[in-house]
């Protein structure tokens, strides 16, 4: 019919860290990380992975890589590219997270700069934390990009009750 919105969307394209391959393995994370995996195989979401991803995921546990690996053809592969990498130091700089935590910057870098819609993480000390999330945003305002939405999978999954 002219005239009439299409009722078919896009999936969101999100950034999935480490934490929430693991999650599907941890007895608190387990139930919303599997919805939102499940979530990842009906469509709704396009996961972006990046080198990154697969260092990290090297060094865990058989269960949690094999998880990983049945999405790898559902996912977006991007770089670590040398804007990412500027936005990270650009967070390190402001002291949003030190050093230490530098992987944890580059998650959120490599999610902004890849233009996804959001990023999920279980890591509520150094990504998902309501004090850093707007410092990222405004760092990243003021480097000429976009801001990030950043949740918990469970923020983001669809609850079977969900009102529309």
Not at 94 to 122: K, N, P, Q
Not at 142 to 151: C, D, K, L, T
């Amino acid at each position: 019919m002219r005239g009439m919105a299409s009722t078919t969307t896009q999936p969101f394209r999100v950034c999935a860290d480490t934490s929430v391959y693991g999650g599907v393995f941890d007895e608190e994370f387990a139930k919303p990380s599997r919805a939102f995996f499940e979530q990842v195989r009906a469509g709704r979401f396009r996961i972006v992975t990046c080198p990154l991803l697969e260092d990290e995921l090297e060094d865990a546990p058989p269960h949690v890589r094999g998880w990983y690996q049945q999405f790898e053809t559902e996912s977006e592969r991007v770089a670590v590219s040398e804007p990412a990498v500027f936005l990270q130091q650009a967070y390190l700089n402001a002291g949003i997270v030190d050093r230490r935590w530098e992987t944890d910057a580059l998650h959120v870098a490599v999610a902004t700069v890849s233009d996804c819609r959001f990023i999920v993480s279980w890591n509520f000390k150094h990504i998902v934390n309501f004090q850093k999330i707007p410092l990222y945003n405004g760092v990243n305002l003021s480097r000429g990009f976009a801001v990030i939405a950043i949740h918990s999978p469970q923020e983001v999954i669809e609850h079977e009750n969900q009102d529309v």
